[in-house]
Structure formats: C-alpha cells, structure tokens
C-alpha cells in the first residue's frame, strides 16, 4: 500500500499542473542565474585588479604626465601601448620625502615583418641593478640573471607566440636573442609580455626601428618608506615634478572600477525588478492555486486537517519549487559568468578568475535568495487558505 506523507502529496499537487509548475520554476531560474552571472562578474572583475595591483610589488607607479591610462592598460590589460619620458627624472624622483626604493622599466611593441620576425607583443627592458618587480619571478624560472642577448616570455606570451619560439632565436628589433624560459603566472598584464634586460636596448635603438630614443624610460616604480602614506608621498612627487602622473597602488585599475560601478548599478535596478516581478509572479500563481483547492482544503479541515498540517503542505510546495528553480539557476548563472565572462574584452584582458569557495557562496547566496522569494511571494496566500473555514470553503464552488 502506498505510504502517503507531506512530501509525497506535494509532488503530486505540483504534478498536477506541470505546464504552470514549469513556468514558476523557470522565472526563479532566470533570476537566480542572473543574480549568480551579476555576482560573479563584479566579484571577479574587483578581485583580479586588487590581485594584479598586489602583485606588482609597487607602492606607487610614476609615468609621464596623460599616460595613466595607457599605464594601466599595459600593466592590467594585454593591450600594447608605448609612452616615454626622460630617464634624468629619476634622480629627481629619488630625491622625493618618502621614496625608499625605485626601479624602471621601457616598454616597447613589436612590429611584426619590419624588425621582428614574432608576432606583435608587449617588450619589457628592466634594470636588473634595481629591479624588485621581475626578479621574484625570474629566480623561480631560471635561477639566474638574465644576460644580454637573453629574453624570458611571460606565461601568456609563450603560449601566443608558439612554443616553438622557446627553441629558436627570434629576431627583435634587427637584434638576435636567445629565449631561456616562461616565467610562471602572475595575473597582471605582464604575463602578456616578453623581458630583456636593459643593456639590449642600446642595440634596440641602434636598429632605428623603434620610437624609442636614448635615455627615455616608460615607468618607475616606487617603494615608500615604512610610516609614510604612498597617497601623501605620490602628491609630494606631483607636485614638485610636473611632468609625471602618480598612480598609488590603491587607484590602480580605477577607470576600470568606475566602469564597474556604473555595471553594478545596471545589475542591481535590474535584479530587484526581476525580484519584485518574481514576487507577483508566484503570489498570482498561488492565490490561484489557493482559489483551485478551496474546496480540498475545506475537507482536509474538516475531517481532523489543522491550520499547520495546510501551512506545511503549502510551504513543502513552495520549498521544492523555489529549490528547485534555484538549483537550475545556480548551475545556469555558474555556466553563464564563465562562458560569458570570456566574451567580454574587460574580464578577459586581466585574468579573472574566482576560487572554488567564493563560488560555492555565490551559489549558497542564489539558493536562499531564490527560496526566500519564492516563499514571500506565496506566503500571503497560504495565510489567506489556512483561516478558511471549512464549511465556507466546501460550499464555494
């Protein structure tokens, strides 16, 4: 004989009308994937500048006065960009209150079939007497020093480039070099690059293939000394040096930050009218349900049914719809934010990526989220069913 519980009779109720089931439980998908996709963007795009900017191991990043941007493109995004200024401003840099360590670097962009015969990619000549953003990472790669005529790739450029170049001596700038390596991945623009030492581009500019000239640099990054604020000792260089833009280690990546904030107020109108709507939409679904089972309800109470045998059935109801829905949105929204996140060029360009923990909590987030919906919606016509008198309720019709 069939053993009949709570459970069981709230699958059959549901089953009833599977057309209108199947509606509820998609409009609750499609909010909790969305919520998921809106989520996991932001949270991604947020945690891979902050990464990125860490990892540089820079307190403040000095270019030439207008090249912020272009900065911030080289160092966090793929894109190729030059910008130089006189190599003489570090001395006066040096001088700065506040300034502990500095080192350069030049940037440079290949130009494929002119000089080079790789395809076009991101140059990085640093001086290897000061340098304390490379060499973390080149002494887990090879051990050593880079020495002239030697460039290592960073993680992405050896996979643009072809592994294959690793065996060869590409040609740059008219100029022979050996490849020793891959340096492994550090989650800034930089993997995207390939690096030399400085001494290589006395022979870069001898070439006369390259926009740059002799004694310029593209970039110095500073350490400040331990009690100074880096925001207060980036406006001391500011000021006293009119021809450099500071960038703090805590407004790197800001345009993308402002690009993110206006993305998330976009989310956020949409989310909550999706919310509101889902709302009506199970309320309306209810109260129609609750119109359709009068009559049942009314027999329950009156062959022995109390109010919270009703109230537990209904809820069970809404319980496995809501999870239901939300189970596919979870896994729907997981999807989307990793196949669409790949399309666009802003998550793409600065390795965004989230751990499996703060995944999980996303998803835990979409779960209650998409119930807790489910359950408001519903609840007014629950409490509307449960004070139904029984006799009331069988004679409607």
Known sequence: MTQFTFFTVALKNLNRKSFRTGVLISAIALLVSLLIFAVSFTMSVAASLHKASERLGADLVVVPVGARSGAEEFLLEAKN?????????LERVRTVEGVESMTYQTYLSSINGMCCDIMPTKIVAFDQETDFIIKPWLQKAVGR???????????????????????????????????????EQTGTGLDNALFMT??????IIGSGKSPLHAEEISIIFIKVKA???PDYVGKLIEGEIVEVDVIARSGMGSRFLNILADINKIFLITISLSCVLT????????SAIANERAKEIGIMRAI???????????????????MTGSVVGMIAGTYLSTWLGESFSLVKNISANLSVIQQILIAILGLIIGTGICITGAMLPINRIKKMEPLLAIKEE
């Open 304 to 322: 022995g049914a109390k109010e919270s045998h009703i109230v537990k059935l209904f809820l069970l109801e809404v319980l496995i719809l809501g």
């Open 145 to 183: 020093e880079l020495r002239k005529g030697e460039a290592i790739a960073g993680f992405g450029t050896s996979e643009n480039l072809g592994l294959g170049l690793l065996e060869v001596e590409p040609t740059i700038f008219n100029n022979r070099f050996k490849m020793i390596g891959v340096l």
């Open 81 to 89: 960009t030059s910008f130089y200024m006189k190599k003489s401003l």
């Open 198 to 203: 400085e001494e290589n581009l006395f022979g």
């Open 279 to 286: 709302v009506f939409l199970v309320w309306a679904i209810f």
């Open 227 to 229: 009690g100074y604020d």
